[in-house]
């Protein structure tokens, strides 16, 4: 069901805002501390890495935006499987014989984003191996690039874990009962924190033992979550393993007209930060770590926006595939609400509070602390005026892949981001004389202009749905 000629009834709609804003607080919390987990994993790692030293963080700043950026394809074709599990879940509820085999056709699309993002990480490993050489020729420093290179070696291997928990949340998401992979997520935290700072300092690793604490814990989470799903009466029966060798070409070919967008997305919107993250390494490391303490924090309160966009994927998959336009137009715009009085909160504690922030992540006897703290201050404050837009985008984007509604965003993020966002900050930068500040001047205009174009789209959307 394309949201460009969505032509279901308006279905058993209720007037309930108040209902769906129950339903999808009730949905969404269970995935944003799942993704705040996710993201505690990052910020305990920098933080520990903070401690070992401004060479160290700076190069597992430049390793984890590689990866992120490699990761995308992956991670976008992954995210596919949560609009098509939430529809084919929305069929099953229609009356009569309509929704008929949806169980089976629940287990062909989740085998499909297996496949589909297995397949999509062969050549992202590639480059990971050889990442030293990568930011070389980026122009970064040789000595950072080499350290950076022995994180991403390590984390690597956590890749394909990470992709399939991803594809199993939007399973979760689907059925409405995500809390498992919230717990999955709040013990992989648990459990990181000492394993990677027993890698890190006592086995003497370093950035190395981040890394592999990384990939060791996304396979635990992967693992874990299997485990609970097929122990579970009314999952197993979806045997989403069987018969898991098989490619489920048909499928895939949806996966991949949905997901291909939406990795692309991902590309657009992780590659700028990751170009960010570069640039900042021609102002020096002091710049690339004060960089990195701006990026964990804003993407730690970008988690609960995007697990809230998540759960709208779900909401308004579920209410499309039931056939109720109303109700999946009523639950985009409820989460585009919550999702952006979060960020208006975020974007005051980020103005007020920056100093301290900072200084959460550093070791005050470091020679580089006080300049790194002081730059990494001055980049949340501009950190905070974007939230908002930030927000509103993603939930936006949420809300229209529930419709399957993938291109269009697409195009979106290439303009905002790339078209305008990355020049604009270089020129403030360079031209203006604003220095590493003005390369996340440039990238909040970007967030900013995609989130009005999210929303307008999600707007003339919704109203052609339900009209």
């Known amino acids: 069901m394309d949201a460009g000629n969505m032509t279901v009834a308006a279905g058993p709609a209720s007037s309930d805002w108040r209902g769906e804003a129950r339903a ?34 700076a190069a597992s700043m430049l390793a984890v935006s590689l990866y992120f950026a490699l990761l995308a394809p992956g991670f976008g074709l992954a995210l596919a499987a949560a609009p098509l599990q939430a529809q084919v879940r929305g069929a099953g509820r229609l009356p009569g014989g309509a929704g008929r085999g949806w169980v089976r056709r ?9 496949w589909a993002a297995g397949l999509a990480l062969l050549p992202c490993w590639a480059v990971l191996w050889e990442s030293a050489a990568v930011l070389r020729a980026l122009g970064q420093d040789a000595a950072l690039a080499d350290l950076a290179q022995e994180y991403a070696r390590a984390a690597m291997f956590g890749i394909p874990a990470f992709c399939g928990f991803i594809v199993l949340r939007g399973f979760l998401a689907a059925m409405e009962r995500p809390a498992a992979a919230m717990w999955v997520s709040f013990a992989a935290v648990a459990l990181n924190l000492p394993l990677a700072w027993a890698l890190i300092f006592p086995a003497g690793l370093g950035v190395f033992g ?73 102002f020096g490391a002091a710049a690339v770590a004060a960089h990195a303490i701006a990026i964990q924090t804003a993407s730690a309160t970008f988690m609960v926006p995007m ?15 039931a056939g109720d336009a109303e109700g999946a137009a009523r639950a985009g715009w409820v989460a585009i609400a919550l999702g ?43 950190a905070g005026f974007f939230q908002l837009g930030d927000g509103i985008q ?14 269009i965003p697409m195009m979106f993020a290439a303009l905002g981001y ?19 500040q003005g390369i996340w001047v440039g990238l909040g205009t970007g967030l900013a202009i995609v989130a009005g174009l999210m929303l307008r789209r999600w707007r003339i959307i919704s109203r052609r749905a339900s009209a």
Not at 252 to 259: F, I, K, N, Q, T
């Open 24 to 57: 999808t607080l009730a949905l969404s919390l269970p995935i944003v501390f799942t993704n705040l987990s996710q993201m505690a994993l990052a910020l305990t790692e920098t933080a520990l890495l903070g401690h070992l030293g401004t060479e160290a963080l």
């Open 106 to 114: 629940m287990r062909r699309a989740t085998r499909a984003a297996f």
């Open 210 to 282: 981040a890394g592999l604490a990384i990939a060791l814990a996304n396979t635990g989470m992967l693992v874990v979550t299997l485990v609970l799903i097929r122990r579970d009466r009314v999952f197993r029966r979806f045997r989403l393993l069987g018969r898991v060798w098989r490619p489920e070409v048909v499928r895939m070919r949806e996966v991949l007209a949905v997901g291909l967008p939406i990795a692309a997305s991902m590309l657009l919107e992780i590659g700028v930060f990751s170009a960010a993250a570069l640039v900042m390494g021609w």
């Open 307 to 321: 697990g809230i966009g998540q759960a709208a994927t779900a909401r308004v998959g579920l209410a499309a595939g």
């Open 340 to 382: 952006a009085g979060f960020m208006a909160g975020m974007a005051v504690l980020l103005v007020t509070m920056s100093p301290g922030i900072a200084w959460l992540f550093l070791d005050r006897g470091d020679v580089h602390a006080a300049e790194v703290a002081a730059l990494g201050a001055a980049l949340l404050v501009v």
């Open 394 to 407: 993603v939930v936006a984007a949420g809300a229209l892949r529930g419709l399957k509604d993938t291109r």
């Open 418 to 436: 790339w078209g305008i966002g990355l020049p604009f900050g270089l020129l403030v930068a360079h031209a203006g004389g604003l220095g590493p």
